[in-house]
């Protein structure tokens, strides 16, 4: 028995360790995670993601997570993100975060530099299909398509494979690019230009739309209406990739339900959310 005790002490540790790894901090929707059970949902601030999980963005949609050290991973929209082997032994003495991210489509960004200094060493690999990208402490952006796999370091260093060829970047603001027809071009410096507008294909703008963890403002689109009615609109919303809420309250005709979606850090981010909804066929009430 002693033994069994200690295996599960074991094995509760290595969950743990991975256990808030990467979590979603704000999301423009439509988003989804997709389980390895198969099981989707839509993507919600303070989601704490797993190995196995998959994130899905929509047209228009943006995706910011967190790693508990403090690194940030952005993702742009009709992006595919896999995640994989994420451990964060965050009781040791000299921490480390390690683990797989498969980009599989989209613009992403990986930065150290949005939720402050970093407290702990990392060792991520990030496979953009073609192209693995190994980053130990650093800014970079990258995007997969159907035509080629890009990756741009802003600042720091990666260590970059591609078929048998293997070499570091580390001179900043420098891209290489890998064609699906087995061509690669040589490292390049990027026009400052054209990384601002890579960069703002991974960016949440001022007043977006985005939900996140500590926003206060919601926009509601249906109110005291029935259970039924309630929850088939929460399963449109849900299916069609936002993370809608339901709201129980007692009113004089009985039971009554809110069908709205949280999270909004103000009026302007409330106003472009709801007209969103009224493109994709909704119709919000406030």
């Not at 743990?16 to 988003?31: D, K, R």
């Not at 896999?82 to 613009?107: E, F, I, K, M, P």
């Not at 702990?120 to 650093?138: E, H, Q, Y």
Request: a positive charge; hydrophobic letters at 45%; glycine letters at 10%.
């Amino acid at each position: 028995m002693r033994y069994v005790a200690l295996l599960l002490m074991l094995l509760s540790a290595v969950a743990a360790a991975g256990a808030n790894t990467l979590a979603v901090e704000a999301v423009i929707s439509p988003a989804w995670v997709e389980h390895a059970s198969g099981v989707r949902e839509p993507l919600a601030p303070g989601l704490i993601l797993r190995d196995g999980d998959r994130v899905l963005t929509g047209p228009g949609a943006r995706v910011l997570l967190r790693m508990a050290e403090g690194s940030a991973v952005k993702l742009g929209e009709n992006a595919r993100l896999g995640v994989d082997r994420l451990t964060d032994n965050a009781s040791a003495a000299d921490r480390l975060v390690s683990g797989v991210l498969d980009v599989v489509q989209g613009a992403f960004r990986f930065t150290t530099r949005v939720f402050g200094t970093p407290r702990a060493r990392r060792d991520i690999n990030i496979r953009i299909v073609t192209v693995t990208a190994g980053i130990r402490g650093t800014d970079v952006w990258g995007k997969s398509s159907a035509e080629r796999d890009v990756v741009c370091l802003i600042e720091g260093r990666v260590f970059v494979q591609h078929q048998e060829q293997a070499f570091t970047m580390q001179d900043p603001l420098s891209f290489f690019v890998a064609g699906r027809d087995g061509t690669r071009q040589p490292v390049a410096t990027v026009a400052p230009a054209q990384l601002q507008q890579w960069a703002t294909e991974t960016e949440i703008a001022p007043a977006g739309g985005a939900s996140r963890r500590d926003g206060p403002h919601r926009v509601v689109l249906a109110a005291a209406v029935e259970e039924a009615a309630a929850l088939a609109l929460g399963n449109r919303l849900r299916a069609d990739g936002y993370p809608a809420r339901l709201r129980a309250y007692r009113a004089a005709s009985g039971l009554r339900y809110d069908v709205h979606i949280a999270g909004l850090a103000g009026d302007e981010d409330a106003a472009t959310l709801a007209g969103a909804l009224r493109s994709a066929g909704y119709a919000p009430l406030r």
